[in-house]
């Protein structure tokens, strides 16, 4: 499995708070989300109900873009992720497992009355001015299809 260079996985594990951006008929929308980070799967696991802007947006768009970032003002400890990835609501033993990590981070998660939603990751792009001025690293699913354009990847 092609997983994410560890110092993009450790940064996603140090942090909590997604910034989740959305489109629908051309209008995006953002939203801030406690998440989970499930190496196994590299997808994000985060909770929203489903009148939510953001999730009737993904309802039509399952794509989507966000980012989790550390926040500072000095230049050379800026650090945040930006992603991609495709949004999905768990069904079944999937959702046991993805419930089960969430209560576990979270556990204020077991009085509410949610839903959980999935995104699996398809690309990443770490920014880390510790490393260098504007040093990225990058990862990126391998798929046979491009999902933003549903054409082959060659």
């Not at 880390?128 to 549903?150: A, C, H, S, V």
């Amino acid at each position: 499995m092609n997983l994410p260079d560890k110092r993009i996985v450790d940064f996603i594990n140090e942090h909590h708070v997604l910034t989740l951006a959305t489109c629908f008929e051309e209008e995006p929308w953002c939203a801030n989300c406690f998440y989970v980070y499930l190496p196994d799967d590299n997808c994000l696991v985060f909770t929203s109900d489903n009148d939510t802007k953001h999730i009737k947006y993904a309802s039509h768009n399952i794509f989507v873009a966000g980012s989790i970032v550390l926040e500072t003002s000095i230049i050379g400890k800026i650090q945040g992720i930006q992603l991609q990835g495709i949004i999905s609501e768990p069904k079944d033993e999937y959702y046991k497992k993805i419930r089960k990590a969430y209560i576990k981070k979270f556990p204020i998660a077991m009085l509410m009355d949610t839903t959980l939603w999935v995104v699996d990751l398809t690309l990443l792009k770490f920014t880390d001015n510790r490393l260098g001025f504007g040093k990225k690293i990058l990862w990126q699913k391998e798929l046979l299809i491009n999902p933003f354009t549903q054409k082959p990847i060659e």
